[in-house]
């Protein structure tokens, strides 16, 4: 490739390539044009589909186009993007719309069996009655075996280790109902319970179909967030040409370029450059650390001030970033060994309703009834206790309560982490980007007046420096109206300067005073200087969230890797001990100590440093300003610059898991009242169909009642 | 009688097409972007 012409010869069209941008602003018709009309535009692109969904756009392209070109070409039109990884096969996707295909099946066939046997109930007779059986056997049995096979699949996989779930009773009591029926139907018998079974299955399946969609809402709303960390990096190779060269084709000795705003592809050593990096993720510091030549950098770094060139020393699984990511999946393995409500339920649930479907059998017998109507009556005793309403009673309340939390800007991304959540004991708090903002916020904005004021918003909107942006935003709150400005101009690594009615203004660098621990700029009208420091502003209702996780019974604990000092001010404004100069192994090791002493942890934490106790901790929250890897591991992300998400969720959490063991029950007071009439041998299917109905109803009205629980 | 004959596999006919179609619409990726498919309507396709 060294050998390239530097103009490319025009390439035909079938050789193109697709790739996958996150794109977050989307949310009109209007951006929507905008990007698929405005992109094909752009040389090199033949098309663009945008998914509203995802806030993704898929761009077809020539190959010779790089991601960085593709994202300036969205730069162009007014969009912030990010280029993403190959998304791969998205499993969970796959495994919801094959749920979703079950369930259409099994409600075509419980709409169209339920019709046959409403005119079997209402007495039809003989030769239409068999008709009518040996129909609905023609349509149940292919629906058993294929909507039921999620149940079947799970539950020999829970028998094979010898434990049994939820699944196991719902998969007997299914195939025993079915081969019943099926039996009843060939010797000519007066009921057949296929009506029962389907029905059981659709009602199931609805359950674990609203559980799936959940999840896969929370999680689209994750990844539309989640920026991707420079995928690739422009490498110089021996003649002074640049490549584009994806991450994992870097190689220690290549030299990258890396310009102001990207992030470094791969760990390395600065050759050329004086520059700042941003490694909060890392640190949890807010402050750029100035790096010269010589210095030793990591992958992940932002680059916020110049362009640096970097010699590659460890790339791909070396990185310090690929350690951190090996020590999550370490402490996130004793999460998955957490058992959930309704399989801890179905653990003394299933045996029992075995044992009584096997004791009236019995009984039955012993009573001289015969096997056929011994077997009868114990498979009407298995149907009515499948946990028809049981199946229903957890994933409809994680559901709703779910949706309301979302509403609120709460993202769950399983039903089980509402339960974990619940279950917590102490809270670990991170510092920088989760107690506070993590971003600077300019203070002594006051001391300006308002001609001033304008005139540095002007200044600000000129620049997207990140001190800038923070400036702007925090004008633009106290509608503050830009002043008009001759000749702006931005000098790099020096700030921007213009006239103002004909007085030459400026914002920039502090000159005097050297900053050690804070960010500062400096504004001059004229020869007025003022020097505007900036700090990472506390999250507006920090202390008020923490005094309410108090008073909900749980310890707090901050756990940071900033300096001692910078927590005294936090740790006074929260009233809570504040733990410092803690490396991401020691945060782990935290988690691990408080655990050994019988706490449940909730970590809530926003730094790849926190990535490994978010793993560990029993239940765990991230911002959405959070490393992607954070976001990934953490059980719940929250949007926006409150705090109170936190403790709105425990609270909904703790709501949900009352109303789900009411549920429970709901489902067993029902079933003390249905099973006496089914060993008694007086429950036909008609009283099936209603009894089942009926209570799944009454578990749905329960659950929706936690529709306002995110208050 | 002879009317159930008739009716029962229409009726059973109407409810598999409406199964099928269902099928056909999920394999065609129609619930794939439920958001921008009822934003595409507004767009006016000044260049198709």
């Known amino acids: 490739m060294a050998t390239r012409a530097l103009l490319p010869e025009p390439e035909p069209r079938v050789d193109t390539r697709e790739s996958l941008l996150a794109v977050p602003g989307i949310h009109c018709a209007g951006c929507m044009a905008k990007i698929e009309n405005g992109l094909p535009r752009v040389t090199g692109i033949e098309s663009a589909r945008v998914n509203m969904d995802a806030k993704r756009v898929a761009i077809r392209h020539d190959p010779a186009l790089s991601p960085p070109e593709l994202k300036a070409a969205l730069a162009r039109l007014g969009f912030e993007a990010e280029p993403l990884a190959d998304p791969g096969v998205d499993v969970a996707a796959a495994e919801n719309r094959s749920l979703l295909r079950a369930l259409a099946v099994a409600g075509f066939a419980a709409m169209n069996i339920m019709l046959l046997s409403v005119s079997v109930w209402s007495g039809a007779e003989g030769a239409t009655r068999q008709m009518f059986h040996w129909l609905s056997a023609l349509i149940a049995l292919p629906t058993v075996a294929y909507a039921g096979l999620p149940f079947f699949r799970s539950a020999w996989a829970a028998l094979r280790q010898r434990r049994t779930n939820m699944d196991v009773p719902i998969s007997i009591g299914v195939l025993l109902t079915t081969g019943m029926s099926l039996y009843e139907t060939a010797t000519g018998g007066a009921h057949a319970w296929f009506d029962g079974a389907v029905m059981l299955l659709f009602f199931l399946l609805a359950g674990r179909c609203l559980d799936g969609l959940m999840r896969s809402r929370a999680r689209a709303g994750v990844a539309a967030l989640l920026k991707q960390t420079a995928p690739g990096a422009l490498v110089l190779d021996g003649t002074g040409q640049s490549r584009w060269t994806k991450a994992d084709a870097l190689r220690p000795g290549m030299r990258m370029l890396v310009a102001a705003g990207e992030r470094l592809a791969a760990d390395g050593r600065v050759l050329s450059g004086d520059s700042g990096l941003d490694i909060s993720f890392l640190t949890g510091e807010s402050a750029p650390v100035r790096v010269r030549t010589g210095d030793a950098v990591q992958a992940g770094a932002l680059n916020v001030a110049a362009p640096l060139t970097v010699e590659v020393t460890a790339a791909g699984a070396d990185t310090v970033i690929a350690d951190i990511a090996r020590l999550m999946e370490e402490a996130g393995q004793g999460k998955s060994r957490y058992v959930r409500l309704a399989d801890r339920a179905a653990r003394w649930y299933a045996p029992c309703v075995h044992l009584l479907a096997a004791l009236s059998f019995a009984g039955w017998m012993i009573a001289g009834a015969g096997l056929h109507q011994s077997l009868l009556i114990a498979v009407a005793v298995l149907l009515i206790t499948c946990p028809c309403a049981l199946g229903l009673a957890v994933p409809a309340a994680q559901v709703v309560a779910c949706g309301a939390l979302m509403r609120q800007g709460v993202l769950v991304k399983d039903g089980s982490a509402l339960e974990r959540l619940a279950e917590t004991t102490e809270a670990v708090f991170d510092k920088t980007g989760t107690l506070t903002l993590g971003r600077p916020v300019p203070r002594h904005l006051d001391r300006l007046d308002a001609e001033d004021r304008s005139i540095l918003l002007a200044l600000a909107q000129a620049s997207r420096h990140p001190l800038s942006t923070a400036l702007r935003q925090a004008l633009e709150a106290q509608g503050v109206r830009p002043a008009a400005l001759g000749a702006i101009r931005e000098v790099p690594g020096e700030g921007l300067f213009a006239e103002h009615s004909g007085v030459p203004v400026s914002l920039a660098r502090p000159r005097s005073l050297i900053t050690l621990f804070e960010l500062a700029s400096e504004y001059r009208h004229g020869a007025d200087v003022h020097l505007l420091p900036f700090t990472d502003a506390i999250r507006p209702d920090a202390a008020e969230t923490l005094a309410a996780l108090r008073s909900a019974g749980l310890k707090t604990l901050i756990a940071s890797g900033d300096r001692p000092e910078a927590l005294e001010e936090i740790a006074r404004a929260t009233g809570t001990t504040a733990i410092g100069r803690l490396r991401p192994a020691d945060k782990l090791a935290l988690i691990d100590r408080l655990k050994a002493q019988g706490q449940k942890v909730l970590m809530v934490g926003d730094g790849l440093n926190d990535g490994p106790a978010l793993a560990a901790g029993h239940a765990s929250m991230a911002p959405a300003s959070a490393s992607d890897a954070s976001q990934l591991t953490a059980d719940i992300v929250f949007l926006g610059d409150r705090l109170a998400p936190v403790a709105i969720a425990l609270r909904a959490a703790r709501r949900t898991v009352r109303v789900v063991k009411q549920n429970f029950a709901l489902a067993i007071g029902y079933n003390a009242l249905a099973v006496p009439l089914a060993i008694a041998g007086k429950v036909t299917p008609l009283v099936a169909a209603v009894a089942m109905s009926l209570s799944s109803l009454v578990v749905i009205a329960n659950a929706l009642r936690l529709k306002g629980a995110a208050k | ?48």
Do not use: K, V, Y
Not at chain 2, 26 to 33: E, H, K, P, V, Y
């Open chain 2, 1 to 48: 009688m002879t009317g159930l004959t008739l009716l029962i596999p229409l009726a059973l006919g109407c409810g598999l097409m409406g199964l099928a179609a269902f099928f056909w619409a999920m394999r065609s990726g129609q619930f794939d972007d439920m958001q921008g498919a009822a934003m595409r309507m507004l767009d006016d396709g000044e260049e198709g």
